[in-house]
């Protein structure tokens, strides 16, 4: 079990970690973020709104010091929706809230929305908007998703976006996700060095 659930419905928290990281030059997963490896940044955000958290990764042996609970990709390096189709395959729970390993800076406030909305939802996923469109992650995901999602890549497809549009799914407004998230903080994606010191800096400021 993970911390403290805000909510009874069952969720199994997914961390995105199948990419190369080459922009990076070194894997996002183990990359040290405000002194403690990022995927573990992102595990103690997910945790107050899931049962449990794994990692989905495509280098198990890079990633078994983290602690976390992991999951070889079904279809490996097929981008973050390998790693999504292989949460929703193996998912304990109806629902995953899928996040990608280089987003440190996730929202409990939008967190909460997307995992009490799926409590409610015809909807098979849920997401947000901002003011540069739908944001696929972090994002709730039915797991009745997965047939559609392996038609997807079997047909060479790999773009996360066109997806979940295609998915027609219950998207918070923008009104509403800048209430929860003001700053956009939780789509914000480290992809070099550079990006994870200012993300860093960016936590240390006090909230306001």
């Known amino acids: ?6 909510s009874r419905l069952p969720v199994t928290g997914a961390i995105l ?4 990281g080459r922009r990076l030059g070194q894997d996002k ?29 495509n280098q198990p042996l890079l990633h ?5 609970p992991l999951m070889l990709d079904l279809y490996p390096f097929q981008g973050p929706l390998g790693g999504l ?14 996040a990608a390993v280089d987003s ?16 409610t ?27 559609r999602l392996e ?10 976006r066109p997806f979940v549009t295609a998915c027609r799914p219950e998207v918070l407004p923008r009104e509403e996700t800048r209430t929860l998230d003001p700053e956009g903080l939780s789509f914000l994606n480290v992809n070099t060095l550079e990006e994870a010191a200012a993300a860093g800096l960016r936590l240390r400021q006090p909230q306001v």
Do not use: C, K, N
């Not at 440190?104 to 409590?119: C, D, F, I, K, T």
């Not at 038609?151 to 497809?157: I, K, P, S, V």
């Open 85 to 98: 189709l292989t949460a929703l395959a193996f998912s304990p729970t109806p629902w995953v809230l899928a």
């Open 151 to 160: 038609d997807y890549l079997a047909r060479g497809e790999r773009r996360l």
């Open 121 to 147: 939802t015809p909807r098979p996923a849920v997401v947000a908007e901002s003011p540069r469109g739908l944001e696929a992650l972090p994002g709730l995901f039915h797991v009745r998703l997965r047939p």
């Open 104 to 119: 440190p800076l996730l929202q409990p406030p939008l967190l909460e929305a997307l995992q009490r909305r799926g409590g």
């Open 64 to 68: 078994a010091g983290l602690g976390l």
């Open 1 to 6: 079990m993970g911390g403290l659930l805000i």
């Open 17 to 20: 970690a199948g990419g190369l």
């Open 29 to 57: 997963a183990t990359l040290p973020f405000q002194g403690r490896p990022l995927a573990l940044q992102v595990a103690s955000a997910l945790r107050p709104w899931v049962q449990e958290v794994w990692l989905l990764t």
